[in-house]
Each structure stands twice: as structure tokens, then as C-alpha cells.
């Protein structure tokens, strides 16, 4: 029932709604214009609005799908890192929808964006400094890309799946460990981003498999999928 539904919304059950639904919960909204926040931070978002009446997860920190305007296939789909809440680290306002589309690149302002929530991976909560928030962001990101490849990989055999994008050394910008700025450097014989403050290093490795963090002596290891 629709009661039933909300109240799993209301308590983050993604897994309920959709077994109740038969699909995954999903919103539309259209992009606006909001504070730029996420872009000062280094992850530009889309501000979703939504009808007044839509009923919405609990706030928090979910790994989302964002299906873009006037795309019909499956490729069109971009992981999403995706916050619904008050942003509480700069003052509770009003509630928001703001995703962060991985590897999209455009301007999606005054279109509509519709989000297919696939898990929720933390709640809301205040942060003691934009530099943590920063960093908490970019795990976030990472921890997205994780959730919604292993959707791939669940989807039914013969059903075209959503390609995920690789991070870039332009999409590394800001530490997973600190939150302070990454730095192209020479290390083993190519550019590869370096933390100004801990000397974290990011590698990028085609013939491995993608997209893992992995703490090796001081160091961070992105690991990329052959």
C-alpha cells in the first residue's frame, strides 16, 4: 500500500520499496540553480525540485542512477552520488536533493533529471570543517561508484547495463584521506595526482580491477577494471 511504502521510505528500506513497487524507487525533479556549494567543494550538483507532494527517502547519503534529458538508452544512465537533507554543516535550511553525476559533463539547468535510488550509504550529519566535509565527499563518491557497479553486475543476463565511467586524474582533485588538494606529480615514470599535505598518491592501473581504494603503505591505490 502507499502508507506501506512511505513508512519504508521514511526508514531508508530501499530494498522493501522496491519489492513492494516491482522497480526501484525513483524521483524526477527539475535542475536548479541552488547555492554552488557542491562546486566550491570540487563535486558540482544538480539541485533537484520536486513536486510538493513526492514522497522522498530518509535524509542521508544515497547511490543513485541519473537518467538525463532526452536519452531513451541504457548508456545514458551516469552514477550519482546523491544527498537529500538539510546540509547541516552549513547551517540547517531547507531540504534539498543534490546529485552528483560522475563523469557528466553539461549544463542541465531548468531540465528534468530523474534519480533511481539503488542504496543509502550514510546519514546526515554535520561536519567540524568544510575540509572534512570534503573528504567525506569524496568517499562518498567513491563508495557510490562501488554500490551501483555492483548493480551492474546483478542486472539480469541480456539486459544492457549502464556503463560506469573510470575516474580521471581531473576528477581527482581532492584527498580521500584529508581532504587537501591533489597535485599532478612525476611518480614511477607517470603524472599521477599527490596530496600536497600526507603525500597520498593515486595509481591508475587499466589491467586491474576498477575503482577500489586501497590504504598500501601511505599510500592510496585506485584500482582500475581490465
Not at 13 to 31: K, P, S
Not at 55 to 62: E, H, K, M, S
Not at 94 to 118: C, M, N
Request: charged share 25%.
Amino acid at each position: 500500500s502507499g502508507s506501506a511504502i512511505r513508512s519504508a521510505l521514511a526508514e531508508a528500506r530501499l530494498d522493501d520499496v522496491e519489492a513492494m513497487l516491482g522497480r526501484r524507487f525513483a524521483i524526477r525533479g527539475t535542475v536548479e540553480s541552488g547555492e554552488r556549494r557542491g562546486r566550491q567543494l570540487g563535486f558540482p550538483t544538480a539541485n533537484l525540485t520536486v513536486e510538493s507532494h513526492s514522497a522522498l527517502p530518509a535524509d542521508g547519503i544515497y547511490a543513485t542512477w541519473a537518467l538525463t534529458p532526452g536519452s531513451k538508452s541504457a548508456d545514458a544512465k551516469f552514477p550519482a552520488a546523491t544527498s537529500i537533507g538539510l546540509r547541516p554543516t552549513f547551517g540547517a535550511g531547507e531540504r534539498t536533493i543534490e546529485a552528483h553525476l560522475i563523469g557528466y559533463q553539461g549544463d542541465l539547468y531548468g531540465k528534468s533529471v530523474r534519480l533511481e535510488f539503488v542504496r543509502r550509504l550514510r546519514e546526515e550529519r554535520a561536519f567540524s570543517s568544510v575540509e572534512a566535509l570534503r573528504a567525506q565527499i569524496a568517499l562518498d563518491v567513491e563508495e557510490a561508484r562501488q554500490a551501483l557497479r555492483g548493480s551492474i553486475q546483478k542486472a539480469r543476463m541480456g539486459q544492457q547495463a549502464p556503463t560506469l565511467p573510470y575516474p580521471t586524474m581531473e576528477e581527482v582533485r581532492f584527498c580521500h584521506r584529508c581532504g587537501s588538494s591533489m597535485h599532478p606529480q612525476m611518480r614511477e615514470g607517470r603524472m599521477r595526482p599527490v596530496c600536497g599535505n600526507c603525500g597520498a598518491v593515486v595509481f591508475f592501473d587499466p589491467k586491474v580491477v576498477a575503482g577500489v581504494i586501497i590504504p598500501l603503505e601511505g599510500k592510496l591505490v585506485m584500482i582500475k577494471r581490465s
